[in-house]
């Protein structure tokens, strides 16, 4: 293919150009041969006007050396990076990986069975792990940047590759929890500028939607919307629109994966609405942790997924969520999205459900301590009355009264 490609068999930082593999935001990918060692790499070639971007340069070099310190069997390795000065053009030299993205596999019609998505699952957590532990956040985990061999083995490609936006997106809510039509206007005008932001939002997370700085949890969050990609063929939330999409990454639930796809396990489940959860200090909070909760959920054990981290076995609720308005302030936003059209809305229908449930529960048990104190006013003053035998006989292991007994059921 594209013969016509000015750098095919040209040579760039030490390796001659074979053929295109593919391209990207970040420049085009080319299968190459590095020269004194005789062996095939994959060189992915940026583009000219990144040479000027003195910020981003400094950080590609920087991440790229350190995710070549990282030798990790789910981690495409780094061989080399630097200006080739005749192109001038940055590059950098890795392991080429035979096989495709797991984006290219769906496209294609794949569905991978739930055994092999436990495995891609267990070695992206794998492979993730190692770099955040050398303090390498990816940035931009999709599906398109995790390659998966013939062999199926899980290679996570282009740390420190994506670009932050130019400019700092405001956070429209500016911190109040409330925000404005005209800073939902100036948000949408901010994304649709090219140099605001790079790709889709699909895969980003609610902070990076807001501008805020990427950590760990973050690349958690996207490993989430990629693993729903991956088992729903869909990522969680997709629309034309990125405002929208990111409206939904801040508000809504995604639809539940039953509804793509039939027979997923409860573990998959529970391990994606846990990467999945808005805030990050109710996601899973190292890739250890979701290491572990993967094996587990493949042996067939149960798993609390954030619960874990409560001796109470309950996730305890950060103070603020990140929130945008209600959608009728922004009538796009309220549109339902044709592919859920036709088949309802069913993510929402359960928060609705279960806070109802809540609202009974309360209500039930408000009602059984006040009865109960009734209860106990009642026996209180009538024995107070008679004689203090039956206090003592509190303590001593005597059931208490018929009725009594009936107040609890
Ligand atoms: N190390 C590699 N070995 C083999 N093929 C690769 C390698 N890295 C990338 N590719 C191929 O090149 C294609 C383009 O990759 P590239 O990273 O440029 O784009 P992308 O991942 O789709 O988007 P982005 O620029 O946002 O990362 C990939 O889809 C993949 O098929
Ligand atoms: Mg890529």
Known sequence: MTVSDPLINRVIGGCRVVSLLGAGAMGRVYRAVQESLDREVALKVLPKELASDVEFITRFLREAKAIAQVSNPNIVQVFDAGLDEDAKSYYIMMELVRGRSLDRYIEEGRQFSFGEIYSIMGQCAFGLAAAHRAGIIHRDIKPANVMLGEDLIVKIADFGLAKTAKRKIADPTAGSGKITAEALQKLRAELTDAGAIVGTPAYMSP?????????????????????????????????????????????????????????????????????????????????????????????????????????????????????????????RLAATPPAEAGRGAPAEVPREISKAILAAIIVVVVLMILSCAGVTLYIVTKAGGKTTGDAAGAGTGKSPPAHVRCAWG
């Open 207 to 331: 902070e990076q939607c807001l501008g805020h700085q990427a950590d760990a949890r973050s690349d958690l969050y996207s490993l989430g919307a990629t693993f729903y990609y991956l088992v729903g063929g869909r990522p969680p939330f997709s629309d034309p629109d990125p405002l929208r999409v990111i409206y939904q990454h801040l508000n809504d639930a995604p639809t539940p994966l039953d509804y793509w796809r039939s027979g997923v396990p409860a573990g998959i489940k529970e391990i994606v609405k846990t990467l999945l959860a808005k805030h990050p200090a109710l996601r899973y909070r190292s890739c250890e942790d979701l290491y572990e909760d993967v094996q587990l959920a493949a042996a067939g054990r149960a798993i609390l997924g954030i619960k874990r981290y409560s001796s109470q076995g309950a996730a305890k609720k950060p103070k603020s969520m990140p929130r945008l308005p209600a959608a009728k302030s922004d009538p």
